[in-house]
């Protein structure tokens, strides 16, 4: 989840919507990718962070009751690999190009862990690396046009979390998105209140809106991740919405 401080309470957005902005801003990307490829590729990037039920996962309230902002750590030795199960079987069953993007992805994220700290996630990422060998090969296709789509899903992915976490400056100052799949560093700012602008330009339309939803849960505690699914499921759904402008 990905989780804010508000003037209410809590401001709560699912990782599913922020991975539906992320395909809405990669819909929106202007790549030379044939429709056999491009149409999984952001199918996985809409669906990258899918596998649990966030709500309901321990995971996501802190000992102190409060829900857990993706980014801050459990401090549990072990990781849990519910979600990374989940979602490849999930990307499996729908294509190899699925699967393949979705498994490098999870080696993104663990790319800077110790190992030796944690045997079983060290087993599970070698048997991802070997995977992902056996999809190239089937697919016929080289690990640089593999690298090339995966810095496509990346770079929509941070355009998301950016957006999502409030990240974007105000007043014209520029801050670095993440590096394009042609291997530019791309900068956004925002123009005006809620109008996003990227140097370089790299869409098909020179306009064009798009939207997280979210809820705020007015309690700061909660004594079991139960209670916690119970409140966000009454609480409203409320939408940001964005207009990035040339």
């Not at 809405?24 to 149409?39: F, H, K, R, S, T």
């Not at 902002?69 to 979602?87: A, C, G, M, P």
């Not at 530019?184 to 869409?203: A, C, D, G, L, R």
Request: aromatic share 10%; proline share 2%; glycine share 2%.
């Amino acid at each position: 989840m990905i989780v804010a401080s508000h003037q209410k309470g809590w401001k709560i957005i699912n990782q599913r919507s922020h991975g539906l902005l992320a395909a809405m801003i990669a819909y929106q990307y202007d790549l030379d990718v044939p429709n056999e490829m491009i149409v999984p590729t952001i199918i996985a990037i809409a669906e990258h962070d899918d596998g649990v039920a966030e709500t309901l996962a321990n995971k996501n309230l802190t000992e102190a009751g409060a829900p857990r902002h993706f980014l801050v750590n459990d401090e549990s030795i072990k990781t849990d690999l519910t979600q990374q199960y989940n979602v490849m079987e999930k990307a499996t069953a729908k294509s190899q190009i699925n699967a393949l993007l979705t498994s490098m992805h999870i080696d993104f994220i663990y790319s800077d862990r110790k190992e030796g700290e944690d045997k079983k996630l060290d087993a599970y990422i070698k048997d991802q690396a070997k995977n992902r060998t056996a999809i190239l090969k089937h697919l016929d296709i080289d690990k640089d046009y593999a690298n090339r789509l995966y810095r496509f899903v990346e770079w929509c992915d941070a355009f998301s979390l950016l957006i999502c976490m409030d990240k974007i400056q105000p007043e014209g100052r520029k801050m670095e998105v993440s590096e394009s799949p042609d291997g530019v560093m791309s900068q956004t700012f925002y123009k005006s209140e809620k109008v996003i602008t990227v140097e370089p330009w790299v869409f098909k339309n020179d306009t064009f809106k798009v939207f997280y939803e979210y809820k705020v849960v007015e309690q700061l505690h909660f004594d079991s991740v139960e209670e916690f699914d119970e409140v966000c499921k009454n609480a409203i759904v409320q939408r940001e919405e964005f207009t990035f402008s040339k």
